[in-house]
């Protein structure tokens, strides 16, 4: 009987929630950013389906919204940017050098990293892009010849990593300018540090929301020709 409720699709999207929401309200019950409610959903979904023997099918059949739900999300931080529109006139260049810098950065440095640890190419493929959202990441990767299902995993370790940590790198180094932490969390986590930068405040959120979409523009650029340039450096 309970096996066959798990391959209505209403199972999924109800276990989903539910766990969201429980591991939500611990979170802001205990204030506590290692009590990151994406990254212990998942992990309670996992352990919770292979207990119960219960098929990934079954469950992904409800789930299988939330995928869809990803482009409008990300469309939707357009609103706070709106809202703020006012500071990216002001700060665009800084804005702009910054995110690109950084992207670059990023890019590099984790494919020489691969590199060394001599990883196979669809891998340093599918792991480049891991920096931004979901949507935009995973065209990046088949645009280089990787592996989408290792991308989503990379781009959520990579998420839940800044949103678990990023708040405690700002009070380490004394980083207390909305802008940047905004646009930190959104240059190096996307969706999922947008989350937390949500939390920290509106500015946060709205220049982390515009971080998503200019790292994405400017990994679709460069993630190509970086990763061309690593595959010769592989040889």
């Not at 699709?9 to 979170?27: D, E, N, Q, V, Y």
């Not at 949103?163 to 790198?169: K, N, Q, V, Y």
């Amino acid at each position: 009987m309970f096996f066959e409720l798990t391959k209505d699709p209403l199972f999924g999207m109800f276990l989903t929630m539910a766990a969201f929401i429980f591991f939500r309200m611990l979170s802001v019950r205990f204030k506590s950013s290692i009590l990151n409610p994406t990254i212990f959903s998942i992990i309670f979904i996992i352990v919770f389906l292979n207990l119960l023997e219960i098929p990934y099918e079954n469950y992904y059949k409800g789930s299988e919204i939330f995928n869809r739900m990803i482009v409008p999300a990300t469309v939707a931080l357009a609103v706070p940017l709106y809202k703020n529109f006012h500071i990216l006139k002001r700060y665009y260049k800084e804005i702009l050098l910054g995110i690109g810098i950084s992207t670059l950065l990023l890019l590099i440095i984790l494919g020489l990293i691969m590199i060394i640890l001599n990883m196979e190419e669809k891998i340093i493929a599918s792991v480049l892009p891991k920096s931004i959202t979901t949507a935009i990441a995973i065209g990046v990767s088949e645009k280089i010849n990787g592996l989408p299902s290792i991308t989503v995993v990379a781009v959520i370790i990579c998420g839940n990593i800044g949103a678990i940590f990023g708040e405690l790198i700002f009070k380490w180094f004394k980083i207390e300018h909305p802008i940047a932490q905004g646009i930190s969390l959104g240059t190096t986590s996307h969706a999922i540090g947008t989350s937390k930068a949500v939390e920290l405040g509106e500015i946060q959120g709205s220049m982390s929301g515009l971080a998503i979409i200019i790292t994405g523009i400017f990994t679709v650029l460069l993630a190509p020709l970086v990763y061309a340039l690593l595959i010769l450096l592989k040889i």
